[in-house]
């Protein structure tokens, strides 16, 4: 017994067995209710690793007295699938059902995915698809109309100390580390049963005198890198949250989550590249420096290289955190195409329009032309619109940072404008 792996050893054997999952498998769970109603439908995990993917789907196998087929989307092909589904049919026909377990299935091709779909129609399958992909981008909509999504949740500190005891109590032994160094040892599992388990057949395989710390256990073990996957989902929820964590003024987020992307190998040109689009996007005219900052620590990048480029990029991120807030600029930039769109090629007013050669002249352009330089207060107040559009109001600054004093300029406009008719 000793010789199979921890995580097999300790592999529930009922679902109340399971760690976790509460929003699943509690009371009040989905899943809960689904299989006391007896109303077992295909599913879809969705979830990191170590979390129990597999593990649930056995024990929903086993809890509804349906036959248990496994097979992963990496190493099976259209004729794996075949054998599978006839098989299934087979054993429909002597009045046994199939639950066909199939982990990482967002590797199977759409042809791969659409090959479900007849077997899950007539019964001969009860589908449970694993993924750690968002299910809306990499499964056909085809099969998810006929599945459920269930989300599975990375294990938090207090179900990973759970898993700890059980493996002490199989073990025999309490692990010999301190209460600081067993804390580590769940940082370092980052959500994940199985590494936490795998990472606690290497502690118990040490000779130690004492229980060891944190620097000491960090310096025996090698830290799991970071989830993190630089085309996938993670990449996306990432930079979404450094993105919100700017434009929410929390310059100490910002940073964390643009560590987060750094450690887990983002390119920094990449994230350059992200945040001049935040200076842009979220803070625009309200602090007109902000672009030039972030220009400047893109550059100073480009010219140190790693690892002190990355430094000029968080002081960017930690200024644009802190800076002024404003989308006026952007949102009057969308409006003002929406309306060119709406507007199509309606001809600029002809009194702004030059007038080089004398058919330009005698069909009126440039007639009436006031220079704004002309008037005592360097304004004329003429409309610049098209003559048969109503006048737009597409920048509304806000009374924040450098825009406030752009607010008054807008303000003081308006009123000359109204002033002298042309508003």
């Known amino acids: 017994m000793r010789s199979r792996p921890l995580a097999d050893r300790l592999r529930p054997s009922s679902l109340s067995e399971v760690v ?129 999504v269930m989300v599975l949740e990375r294990l938090d500190p207090s179900e990973l100390e759970q898993l700890i005891s059980r493996a002490e109590a199989d073990l025999g032994l309490d692990l010999p580390l301190s209460p600081d160094g067993r804390a580590a040892l769940i940082e370092m599992s980052d959500g994940d049963g199985r590494t936490l388990l795998n990472l606690i057949e290497q502690v118990v395989s040490w000779r130690v005198d004492q229980p060891l710390d944190r620097n000491a256990l960090v310096s025996r073990l090698r830290r799991r890198a970071s989830r993190y996957d630089k085309s996938g989902d993670e990449h996306y929820n990432l930079i979404s949250a450094l993105h919100k964590s700017v434009r929410g003024s929390d310059p100490d987020a910002a940073l964390y989550w643009y560590a987060r992307m750094l450690e887990g190998g983002e390119d920094p040109r990449y994230l350059a590249r992200r945040i001049l689009r935040m200076a842009v ?22 010219r140190l290289g790693s690892p002190e480029g990355e430094l000029a990029l968080s002081q960017a991120v930690t200024y644009l955190a802190l800076a002024p807030k404003s989308n006026a600029g952007y949102v ?86 109204g002033k002298r008719g042309s508003d």
């Open 332 to 417: 009057a930039y969308k409006s003002s195409r929406r309306v060119a769109r709406e507007h199509g090629s309606e001809p600029p007013p002809k009194h702004i329009l030059n007038a080089p050669t004398k058919l330009m002249q005698q069909q009126g352009y440039g007639v009436g032309y006031s220079y704004d330089h002309d008037h005592a207060d360097g304004f004329s107040g003429q409309n610049y619109f098209p003559e048969s559009m109503k006048r737009e109001v597409f920048y509304e600054p806000v009374d924040r940072g450098f825009e406030r004093e752009l607010k008054k300029r807008s303000e003081y406009f308006r009123k000359l404008r």
């Open 20 to 148: 976790g999952q509460s929003a699943l498998l509690g009371p009040e769970g989905a899943l809960r209710i689904m299989l006391e109603a007896d109303a077992l439908t295909s599913l879809v995990f969705w979830g990191p690793p170590g979390v129990g993917k597999t593990t649930i789907a056995r024990l929903l196998a086993h809890q509804t007295d349906l036959h248990f087929e496994q097979i992963s989307a990496i190493f099976s092909g259209v004729s794996d699938l075949r054998k599978v589904f006839d098989a299934a049919r087979l054993r429909q026909k002597s009045g046994r059902g199939t639950l066909l377990f199939v982990d990482e299935i967002h590797r199977f091709n759409k042809a791969q995915q659409d090959s479900f779909l007849p077997f899950m129609e007539d019964g001969t399958i009860l589908l449970i698809g694993a993924t750690t992909e968002n299910p809306s981008f990499e499964l056909n909509a085809a099969l998810l109309s006929r599945a459920q």
């Open 281 to 302: 996007e979220d803070i625009g005219l309200a602090d007109p420096q902000a672009q030039t900052i972030c220009l400047h620590a893109w550059n100073t990048y480009e």
